[in-house]
T-cell receptor, first 114, second 114 residues
Framework: SQTIHQWPATLVQPVGSPLSLECTVEGTSNPNLYWYRQAAGRGLQLLFYSVGIGQISSEVPQNLSASRPQDRQFILSSKKLLLSDSGFYLC?????????????FGSGTRLTVV | AQSVTQLGSHVSVSEGALVLLRCNYSSSVPPYLFWYVQYPNQGLQLLLK??????LVKGINGFEAEFKKSETSFHLTKPSAHMSDAAEYFCAVRIPSNTGKLIFGQGTTLQVKP
């Protein structure tokens, strides 16, 4: 069966420090991968999506970047965190081209920038 | 462009009462619609999905939703609320493309009072 792992679960980082959040998927090949951010009272904002290794699309300009070094690995990074980067980050995957399926989400990372 | 509007950011019901969470969509093509639930500090879990097979869709935990094309709505209901239903609920519409991006509404927080 397919599973998605996201870590760490919580993270407190000082302003200006780097960030690396990792997401891995098991039990499937060539998934579409997504990074969402959920800020208080602002719903879910799609940050990045990827349809294949090395293929990254950015939805909004920001202080973050994403990479997909392997088929089932998706990494969210920042060189210097801002206070506004605080939020709940969710990774998700779906089967490419299968519109009838929804997403499967990871358990999320609570990031607090202090 | 496709979009989703959830009417009411907070809904409060008594235990045993009817739950109604409203969702309206905008789409130029037949949509795929989804409802997700999020418990505190967790990822999103799929409740149910509409994929044009039937207008009344039954999901997990006793929830159901009815697709009404004439009203462009996909409201979520449950006949009798349980304390464990307290969570945040998201309606989403899927873009028919290779990326399969889901567009989420702003979410509705359901409070269940004893």
């Amino acid at each position: 069966s397919q599973t998605i792992h996201q870590w760490p679960a919580t993270l407190v980082q000082p302003v200006g420090s780097p960030l690396s959040l990792e997401c891995t998927v098991e039990g499937t090949s060539n998934p579409n991968l997504y990074w969402y951010r959920q800020a208080a009272g602002r719903g879910l904002q799609l940050l990045f999506y990827s349809v294949g290794i090395g293929q990254i699309s950015s939805e909004v300009p920001q202080n973050l970047s994403a990479s997909r070094p392997q088929d089932r690995q998706f990494i969210l990074s920042s060189k210097k965190l801002l206070l506004s980067d605080s939020g709940f980050y969710l990774c998700a995957w779906s089967v490419g081209g299968h519109l009838l399926q929804g997403y499967t989400f990871g358990s999320g990372t609570r990031l607090t920038v202090v | 462009a496709q979009s989703v509007t959830q009417l009411g950011s907070h809904v409060s019901v008594s235990e045993g009462a009817l739950v109604l969470l409203r969702c309206n969509y905008s789409s130029s093509v037949p949509p795929y619609l989804f409802w997700y639930v999020q418990y505190p500090n967790q990822g999103l879990q799929l409740l149910l999905k509409y994929t044009s097979a039937a207008t009344l869709v039954k999901g997990i935990n006793g929830f159901e939703a009815e697709f009404k094309k004439s009203e462009t709505s996909f409201h979520l209901t449950k006949p009798s609320a349980h304390m464990s239903d307290a969570a945040e609920y998201f309606c989403a519409v899927r873009i028919p493309s290779n990326t399969g991006k889901l567009i989420f509404g702003q979410g509705t927080t359901l409070q269940v009072k004893p």
